[in-house]
């Protein structure tokens, strides 16, 4: 996994549950603490604490080595044992304190809460290569699909086990789903919106007309049918399937969105919308580095790490790891 992540500048992870592993992955990546120098990190959430503040489950601390790049907010800095250095003070704040940036001056254990909008991330970002960094982390949330669009990172790691479902056959089709969402691809071109419109249809000769959500298939109908339907928001269930039991020709509609995580649609409406003859795209793509399990639910029962690896490799087009596997390797 690590030969993988190296060539990616910036790389972001995300998680489809609570308790999928992701601060173990993050360990894995950090590697030890003589290769922190050029290192950042940074998180949406809260990471480093002993223990989960939502299921109150134990986590694996962060340590990093001197010369790595942090950043934080000013509250959780009194959590964090290795000398640092201020190297940046962001206008971004959060419920924890104002975010900053420090240089680690020694080994230690850190705590990260930083930025939780792309916006800042992205000039998070470039901030860190401004002070040296060479590679960048971001650890995401779980659920924020938003994290994965290369308007933050050039690449995204996303971690899944045993805590998203008893069912180790519904783990492995519902991770298969998020990557499937992931990977949609790209549009080619701007997205076509209409300001303050929620729906907005440029038909195949290039003509963009806003339609009436309430009215969505009849306005499609009337308009041909054809060509790229932008949606501002959410892409629902609702939205699609609509559309699917319209009786509307999908054949040369492609649904689009800014990216894969305003697709908030289930396996069963995607399936029927593609069973149709529709298609999905994103203005911005996402790039999945690969996937890691964690056979060990947070919540009483696990699966046999083999049998999740070899379903999961069957079932993804990305290079899929088992996290505990790697944590002890």
């Known amino acids: 996994m690590n030969e993988l ?8 992870l995300a998680g489809t549950c609570k308790n999928a592993g992701k601060t173990t992955v993050l360990g894995t990546l950090i590697g030890p603490p003589a290769q922190s120098a050029g290192l950042a990190l940074t998180s949406i959430g809260r990471d480093g604490e002993s223990r989960d503040i939502v299921t109150d489950t134990p986590k694996p601390p962060i340590y990093v080595g001197r010369g790595a790049l942090i950043a934080t907010a000013e509250g959780l800095l009194p959590l964090c044992d290795t000398t640092r250095e201020i190297a940046a003070v962001t ?35 470039e901030l ?17 699909r938003s994290l994965c669009s ?21 783990v492995v089709a519902e ?18 919106m209409l300001p303050g419109e929620r729906f907005v249809l440029r038909r195949s000769d290039g003509v963009c007309m806003a339609l009436d959500g309430s009215e969505l298939a009849r306005e499609l109908k009337k308009a041909g049918g054809a060509g790229v339907l932008a949606v501002a928001g959410a892409v629902t269930d609702s939205v699609v399937m609509a559309l699917v039991r319209s009786g509307l ?5 492609t649904l689009a969105a800014g990216d894969a995580s305003q697709f908030l649609l289930s396996r069963g409406p995607l399936a029927d919308w593609r069973r149709k003859g529709g298609k999905a ?11 890691t399990v964690n056979p060990v639910s947070a919540y009483g029962w696990r699966f ?12 993804v087009t990305a290079p899929v790891f088992d996290v505990m596997r790697e944590a002890n390797e």
Do not use: W
Not at 305 to 315: D, H, I, P, R, V
């Open 249 to 253: 020709d999908l054949g040369h509609l």
């Open 91 to 125: 206008d971004v704040r959060t419920p924890m304190g104002q975010v900053v940036v420090f240089r680690t001056m020694s080994d230690g254990y850190v705590q990260l809460g930083g930025p939780s909008m792309n916006e800042q991330l992205s000039r998070l970002r």
């Open 128 to 144: 860190f290569f401004e002070l040296g960094a060479r590679r960048v982390i971001i650890d995401g949330a779980a659920g924020r």
């Open 175 to 192: 991770t298969a789903h998020v990557c499937d969402l992931l990977t949609l691809p790209g549009l080619g071109e701007e997205l076509p």
């Open 304 to 315: 046999d790490g083999q049998e999740l690896l070899e379903k999961m490799t069957a079932a």
């Open 150 to 170: 290369r308007a933050v990172a050039d690449g995204v790691i996303l971690c899944t086990g045993a805590s998203l479902h008893r069912d180790i056959d519904t």
């Open 5 to 12: 992540a190296a060539g990616v500048r910036t790389l972001s």
């Open 281 to 291: 795209a994103v203005a911005h793509t996402a790039v999945l580095t690969a996937v």
